[in-house]
């Protein structure tokens, strides 16, 4: 398992230890989803967009599934569902520029299947103002908010693409380091308990776009 799936290791070395006095199934996180980021350059060289592609757990694909087929909805009703909760928490993206944070228009180009029996979203977020990269670094992070899943890029590639990108376009991922304070926080949250919005973020990569 690579470099960027550290802490997935080391909360599931933890949430072994934690078994042993039956909090194991209580740790944040329950579920994971491996994340695909293709950002797209228009021809003068500037950030249009980024495609974001979701591929959720096999328990929690299950769940999405399972509730479709009870209630007689379409997947295309999951991903509506998915996309206006996100929506609140800008749709787990944080996106910084020039000292300030990208403002992003409504998710375009949506769609919704199954990959290897786990459901996978994607969806492109237009940027409002296009992205100048040669004038400041961009750097991102994806978070659900609470830490209740845990999003990483995926392992298996390329994970971030940039799309007619300048010959002079670079990324570099960064892979979170929380203490381990932090960690055992996490993992000491009940499943129907919160560690508020702000804990996700600390466990996020964060990817730095260059343009020299």
Same mark, same amino acid.
């Not at 800008?90 to 228009?105: C, P, Q």
């Not at 990108?165 to 932090?182: G, I, T, V």
């Given at each position: ?8 290791? =080391? ?5 072994? $230890?934690?078994? @042993? =006095? ?15 980021? *293709?950002?797209?350059?228009? &021809?003068?060289?500037?950030? %249009? ?11 929690? %694909?299950? $769940? ?10 379409? @997947? +295309?009703?999951?991903?509506? +569902?998915?996309? %206006? ?7 787990? /993206? ?14 375009? +180009? ?9 459901i996978e ?11 100048? &990269? ?9 978070? *659900? &908010? ?5 999003? @990483?890029?995926?392992e298996e =590639?390329?994970? /971030?693409? @940039?799309?007619?990108? &300048? ?5 570099? $991922? ?11 926080y996490a993992?000491?949250? =009940?499943?129907?308990? %919160? ?6 973020? +600390? ?8 343009? *020299?």
């Open positions: 398992m690579g470099v960027r799936h550290y802490h997935r290791c =080391g909360m599931a070395g933890l949430m072994l $230890l934690l078994l @042993l =006095g039956n909090s194991a199934p209580q740790a944040h996180p329950h579920h994971w989803i491996d994340v695909f980021a *293709e950002w797209q350059f228009n &021809p003068k060289g500037l950030i %249009s967009g980024v495609k974001l592609r979701w591929l959720f757990d096999d328990y929690y %694909s299950v $769940l999405l599934t399972d509730d479709a087929a009870a209630t007689g909805e379409e @997947l +295309q009703a999951i991903l509506n +569902q998915i996309l %206006s909760n996100t929506s609140k928490h800008h749709y787990f /993206i944080r996106i910084e520029h020039e000292g300030g944070e990208a403002k992003l228009g409504t998710p375009e +180009q949506t769609r919704i299947g199954m990959r290897d029996h786990r979203i994607e969806f492109r977020l237009p940027m409002t103002v296009p992205l100048d &990269p040669t004038k400041s670094d961009i750097v991102y992070r994806v978070a *659900e &908010p609470t830490y209740f899943v845990e999003m @990483l890029h995926a =590639g390329p994970a /971030i693409v @940039l799309k007619d990108a &300048p010959p002079a376009c670079r990324y570099h $991922l960064e892979a979170p380091r929380p203490d381990a304070a932090l960690v055992a993992a000491s949250l =009940g499943i129907n308990e %919160s560690g508020g919005d702000d804990l996700g973020i +600390q466990f996020s990569e964060t990817v730095t776009i260059r343009c *020299e």
